[in-house]
């Protein structure tokens, strides 16, 4: 079979005309046989849209439809003809139609609505229905739409490992890497002897590149990492997934304001772009999951971020005569309600929270004179709360070294952070950067309310399915 020379069904569409001799490739969605002409529905996975196949079955008695049915894969060769019938410009007259790869009768994704629960437990399947190929085609240019973003400003893309000896954020969520045996586990003087393991120490997969972004950005200046990262935290919920992707760009010379100024205009940017360059795919979202979604990312790109202190931020919630199932105080780290209450309620709009206590945030995190507070920020958006976490570091190394002690952060040893620290003997400079979590920015701007959906293969505790 000659797959060579196919046209795929997104340029098609784009072109609107009529042309011989056109090879299309793609999975059935629907087959209807009404007089005698047969229709069928073909999407290649290029664009939402699928092309509509006309067979005139008194003209073309030498079809066999019969195994061209739902979730079946077909090559097909025709002429690209006007089409007649209303929201479609053109449509496929086949010369041949050769069924590739056939589809079981029970073919689950048959023409009616299915639950995102239900496509969940398919997840081989999903990717095939309208809702999932949006999503993966979103993904695919907004990951574009980040590279753009950095590459235009001149920072440079930096590949972070994935295994490491270190917990970046210091909260203890890493999954390990070992190829000890775990039935025979070597145990010296009651613990387990790593120094057989295959790294010679204890290792786990990344939970942020940042603290090696950090060392490229005292040698590269402006850099960016963008990739998986993972969390062993058992968080159940809508936003949190055990493996997520994260952008984290770091920037040598740069304060905590320019930091802000950064996040504001990389989301920005990512919503301009999928306005300007998603429209299909925002129009989807728009009509099948909250209409609301276009206007809110016009509104935003026109607007200017509210930064408010988490001092300020407690005393609003406060006075706020809102009951909260979590009491506020300040020092307390901010509960999912309490975001919410700031964004939805009080600014109606992304805000960035400055200034946390020190007590709640990472080691890494640069202190303000005030001696309680740190230069952190986090980018909380309606809805889905947290999207961005940043802050400046701390560059001075006695400062560090006392909160590194403080926080039980070991820097002693060659698998410690003793290399984190020895940064800030040589050349230190002020630096900031920041995370963005991808899944939660795509959750935002499409409105896709569950984590599990926004990403093709979740994973998510007690699930590494498919
Ligand atoms: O606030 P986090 O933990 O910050 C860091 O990891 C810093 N090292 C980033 C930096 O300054 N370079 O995570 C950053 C973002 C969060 O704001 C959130 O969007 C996302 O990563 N995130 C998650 N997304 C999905 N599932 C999870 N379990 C997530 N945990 C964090
Ligand atoms: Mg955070």
């Not at 190829?179 to 387990?192: E, F, H, S, V």
């Not at 920037?251 to 360059?277: G, Q, T």
């Not at 958006?381 to 560090?400: K, M, N, T």
Request: glycine share 6%; charged share 25%.
């Amino acid at each position: 079979m000659n797959y060579f020379e196919r046209k795929k069904i997104k340029e098609i569409l784009a072109e609107q005309k009529s042309e011989k001799d056109v090879i299309v490739l793609g999975w059935v969605r629907t087959k209807r046989v009404s007089k005698n002409v047969a229709f069928i529905e073909i999407n290649d996975g290029s664009t939402l849209k699928n092309l509509q196949i006309v067979v005139d079955l008194d003209k073309n008695s030498e079809f066999d439809l019969s195994k061209v049915t739902t979730g079946s894969s077909i090559r097909v060769k025709g002429d690209l003809i006007d089409s007649p019938a209303q929201g479609q410009s053109v449509e496929l007259s086949p010369i041949s139609i050769d069924v590739i790869g056939e589809a079981s009768e029970d073919f689950p994704l048959q023409k009616k609505r299915h639950s995102v629960e239900f496509l969940r437990e398919i997840g081989h399947l999903r990717p095939r229905t309208n809702l999932f190929g949006v999503i993966n085609r979103f993904r695919n240019k907004m990951a574009y739409a980040v590279h753009s973003f950095f590459q235009e400003r001149g920072f440079q893309y930096i590949h972070t490992p994935i295994i490491t000896t270190n917990d970046a954020e210091g909260a203890g969520a890493c999954f390990q890497v070992t190829t000890l045996d775990l039935q025979k586990l070597p145990i010296k003087d009651g613990i387990i002897d790593y120094s057989t393991d295959f790294f010679g120490t204890s290792a786990n997969l990344s939970v942020s590149g940042q603290l090696e972004a950090e060392i490229l950005a005292l040698s590269l200046g402006d850099v960016y990492t963008f990739g998986p990262t993972f969390r062993a935290e058992n968080s159940n919920t809508t936003r949190h997934l055990s493996e997520f992707w994260m952008i984290e760009p770091e920037m040598a010379f740069a304060e905590l304001p320019e930091d802000i100024k950064v996040a504001e205009s990389f989301i920005k940017y990512l919503f301009n772009y999928a306005l300007n360059n998603a429209s299909e795919e925002m129009e989807f979202f728009n009509k099948f999951l909250d209409n609301t979604r276009i206007s809110t990312l016009e509104s935003i790109v026109k607007s200017s971020f509210e930064v408010v202190t988490y001092t300020k931020a407690v005393e609003i919630l406060q006075n706020s005569n809102h009951k909260f199932d979590y009491s506020v105080s300040w020092g307390m780290d901010l509960q999912s309600e309490h975001e919410r209450y700031l964004t939805e309620n009080y600014f109606k709009k992304p805000i960035v929270v400055v200034d946390y206590p020190k007590d709640i945030k990472a080691f890494y995190m640069k202190q303000n004179d005030d001696g309680k507070t740190v230069a952190a920020m986090d980018v909380l958006v309606p809805q889905i709360g947290e999207i961005i976490g940043g802050s400046q570091r701390e560059d001075r190394y006695d400062l560090l070294k006392e909160t590194m002690r403080a926080k039980h952060i070991p820097f002693e040893g060659d698998n410690s952070l003793w290399w984190y620290l020895e940064l800030r003997k040589n050349g230190s400079v002020p630096h900031s950067g920041f995370g963005l979590g991808f899944a939660r920015v795509l959750m935002y701007m499409s409105g896709v309310n569950n984590v599990r959906d926004i990403i093709p293969f979740p994973r998510t505790p007690k699930n590494a399915r498919f």
